[in-house]
């Protein structure tokens, strides 16, 4: 039985809460029950509980995406903002 | 209570679980042993919709569970056996959970008699799911 508890853990009767195994932010990584440390749950625990009719959709060309705060599929450089503002060129697979 | 001997209806072992034993027993006026008696005409129905406060989750109504790292990754049923963290798609129940108000469990969207659970094989910890009703598990 779970409880949905303070809008970020799933807890259990045990005081066990879901975590992903680990603390990796990893495909297919397994998620388990664990105990929270000392009062304090980790980020590895915390969960948002978001319902589907509420999900935002993930944006499409020209959006931003708010999560990594750049635009999708929008060509850019990046440029240095030492003195000469030097251009990232991508030499092969160096930098 | 049976009023020849005194003794009354018990839960066996004080152990709050379903399809637990209920046995005669002699009187400890403890939880086990407390009953209420609700006339059927009288009796609440488990609400269908709506949040139940308690459990902190709206009944029936399907959820994505998203992960607080960075790539905000969602839980996916990828097995009876196995949940794992995969990035959101779109539309796929896999993803998608509801809280039953009756079992009181979190099933699966996609394996609606399926509700989530801590496997209990060995030492592992990992969540899975299963089709039984005491899923409701402590």
Redesign the interface.
Known sequence: MFRYVNNSTLTNDHGTVMSINGNLDLENRNVDMQDIKNGNTTINQEWDLVYVDQYPDEPKKGEMNNQFGLVVQRPFHIISEMGEQRYLSALASNV | MNIRDGRCLDVSGNKDTEGREVIVNNRQDSANQRWRVVYVDKAKKEPTKGLNK?????VN?????????????V?EA?SAN???????R?NVTAQ?FFFDGVS???RSQQWKNYA?E?KSNGN????GMSSTVTS???
Request: hydrophobic share 50%.
């Open positions: 308690e459990f902190g989750m709206w109504r399907p959820f994505y569970m998203v992960a607080r790292l960075p790539f905000h990754r839980m990828i196995n949940i794992v963290i995969k990035r959101w779109k998608q009181k469990t979190i989530l801590k592992s910890a990992n969540l409701r598990w402590w």
